[in-house]
Structure formats: structure tokens, C-alpha cells
């Protein structure tokens, strides 16, 4: 008769242990396959827009490095393995306008299989709406020099940054006909006519002076303010703001912004 050998207390726990934690060794180390097959590489580029006296106005960044050294090209680079794309474009464009504050919008993914000579580059382009006055722009760590250009003539551009910043502006103009992004381009106060002539910029076309501005007013989204410009030659005009609360509270009632 063979007797019963009886573990010591504990013994069946402390094997449990045990191989709990030779498995969770295993399970640390690398998984047994890797991805074989090229892989892109992300990227940001950002197409800042801003308005001035001049018209509009957009952000370009001379090159300091090769490819396409010393050429123009949008503010942008390498998506950091711990970012998010919206996380990189604001790092980018806090390098070039020393802010965070800026109205961003993803624009689209561009992944043209040449778009860039290194390598395999994905990016995904962003634009931004910013008042120039505002900032103080300064050429970040890759970059000689960082400049505002006129949006519709503007220099020879790297990659395929020309095709960006034509998707930018289709995107812009027709934004601000349904929605009031425009109003990030514009001081807090300002004249019925620098309102107009900031539409007038991005839509690339005049507009009805009578009309235009009957439709703003009736929308019931400015506030007419009693103050007047100053240090002008001309009659002073009646300045105005946007108010962001009242167009909201329109919006949430079915309000239809359209110009």
C-alpha cells in the first residue's frame, strides 16, 4: 500500500505563484513576430492663415535642411511617438507663433506615394486661423527665418505644400460662408467694413456692400458698440464685436449661419 505524500501548508500556493510570474516574465518580453513590410512615417503640416491690412496672409517657414534647403514650405514635422497628431501640430505651431491659443482644424491626409523623397511620408495637414498683430513669430530650432506671405502669391513652395495650402484655401472659403471662423482673424472690435473686407479676402471676390451687411446685421450675431475708430482720415465708423454666446444660444434654437 503506498502511502500519501502531503505537501507542506502553502506549498500549492506558493507553486501557483511561481508560475504567475514565469508567465508574466514570458509574456514581458517581445512578441515572437514583428511587422516585416515597410512602414510610413507621420508627419503634421500646419497652413496658418491670418488677415491684414494687405489682405490674407499665410505663415511659411524657410528650410534650414535638406530636402528642399532654403526653400519655403508650411510649418510642420514629426509626429512624436507619444503624440497625437493634434498634440504635434500644436508643438509645431507653439515653435513658430510662441502660442498654444489658436483655432486649429484638421484639413485632410495627404499620402501621395512621393510626396516626400526620404522615405515613405504620411502627413496629416491641419489650418489654423491667427491674428498676425497677435504674434510674435520667430523661426523654430529647424528653420532660417519665418515669414507672412500673401496667401495667393506666394513663393515656391517644398513638397507637396502647394497642393496643401490650395486645399486650405477651398476649405477656408467655404468654411466661413456657413460657419463664423472668420472672427478669429479679426480684432475683438472692429468696422462693419473690416468685416467685409475680410470676407472679401478669403472668398477672393467682392461682394454687395448694402447686402453684406444687412445679412450680418439681421443675424443678430454683432453687437454694436459705442465707440468709433480713431486716428483715421476718413469719418470714424461705428466698431463692433462678435458675440460667441448669443450665436451659440441661435445655433442650439436651429439658427442657420450663412452668408
Known sequence: MLSETRAPPGAFLIALLTCVVRLGERTSEPMPYT?????????????VFGVDEEGLKLLLIQRGHDPFKDQWALPGGF??????????????????????????????????????????????????????????????????????????????????HKDIVAVGLERLAGKVRYVPVGFELLPKKFTLGQLQALYEHILGRPLDKRNFRRSFLKMGVLDALEEYQTGVAHRPSQLFSFNRREYQRLVKAGFSFEI
Open 79 to 160: 509626429v512624436g511617438i507619444d503624440e497625437t497628431t493634434d498634440d504635434a501640430a500644436l508643438r509645431e505651431l507653439e515653435e513658430e507663433t510662441g502660442t498654444r491659443d489658436i483655432y486649429l482644424e484638421q484639413l485632410y491626409t495627404f499620402s501621395a506615394v512621393d510626396r516626400d523623397p526620404r522615405q515613405r511620408v504620411v502627413s496629416v495637414a491641419y489650418y489654423a486661423l491667427v491674428k498676425p498683430s497677435d504674434l510674435r513669430v520667430q523661426a523654430g530650432s529647424d528653420a532660417q527665418d519665418v515669414r507672412w506671405f500673401n496667401a495667393r502669391q506666394l513663393p515656391q513652395l517644398g513638397f507637396d
Open 35 to 47: 511587422y516585416d513590410h515597410p512602414r510610413p512615417t507621420l508627419t503634421v503640416d500646419c497652413v
